[in-house]
């Protein structure tokens, strides 16, 4: 017996030990994707600008000869040069292309959207699906049995995203681990669907455009009108 309790101790001051680094090694991966983020270059700064104009013009599913005009509209505003246009003033010409935008997204959109209502009709079919009055489809895949979440807490979750055809356009496990996450501040799909979930409990979410990133999407991963999948496993409930 008491050969077994030295063993028993021994053990559970492994396990102890192993906890403990196990947590100074997540704390130190937290740590170090923080430096990441903020000790980044003007260099970078400055292409992470043009990314992300590019990637809202990604979505209009322009030609090349398109693209090469949008580029030289940018590289003569931005170096101050005359432009290329019979009123110079930009102001009146927002409205103009807005309605042209508008006129070449709107149907890809449409068709989208239409997709995507398919797709979560059948996806509210399936037994234990349930529909919530924003059209959102929860499912749990796996039940769990600790507290649910209120809709301002913050929550630590694995989660993986996905388009439709089945796309993964996010997943936690991408940014090295569970994500720590405000629920007030997720999209409202997440709002309204992890509140109902329990710690411990895995569950898909099925969300509609119009609760997810709406028509303009985020290009060049989410086009607009695009319903979402999420598979979310609620971890705990950050304090």
Request: include cysteine.
């Amino acid at each position: 017996m008491l050969m077994k309790f030295h063993i028993g101790a021994i053990c559970t001051v492994a396990l102890l030990a192993s906890a403990g680094r196990a947590e100074e090694s997540e704390e130190r991966e937290r740590e170090e994707r923080r430096a990441r983020i903020e000790n980044v270059s003007d260099r970078e700064i400055l292409y992470a600008l043009g990314a992300l104009l590019g990637a809202r013009v990604a979505g209009l599913g322009l030609s090349e000869k398109e693209q090469a005009l949008v580029r030289q509209g940018f590289a003569d505003a931005a170096a101050g040069r005359k432009l290329k246009l019979r009123d110079p003033d930009l102001e009146r010409w927002g409205p103009r292309v807005d309605a042209a935008l508008a006129r070449r997204v709107n149907p890809k959109v449409s068709a989208e959207k239409d997709r995507g209502d398919a797709f979560a009709r059948k996806a509210a079919a399936e037994e234990g699906a349930q529909v919530l009055p924003s059209g959102v489809v929860v499912r749990t895949l796996k039940p769990g049995q600790g507290p649910n979440p209120a809709p301002t807490d913050r929550v630590r979750v694995n989660y993986e995203g996905k388009l439709i055809d089945g796309t993964k356009f996010d997943a936690s496990a991408d940014h090295g681990g569970p994500a720590e996450l405000l629920l007030d501040k997720v999209i409202r799909c997440w709002g309204e669907g992890v509140p109902k979930m329990k710690v411990g409990e895995k569950m898909r979410l099925i969300c509609p455009s119009s609760v997810a990133y709406g028509d303009q999407g985020r290009p060049p991963q989410i086009p607009g009108g695009a319903t979402l999948i999420f598979e979310i496993e609620l971890l705990s409930l950050e304090k």
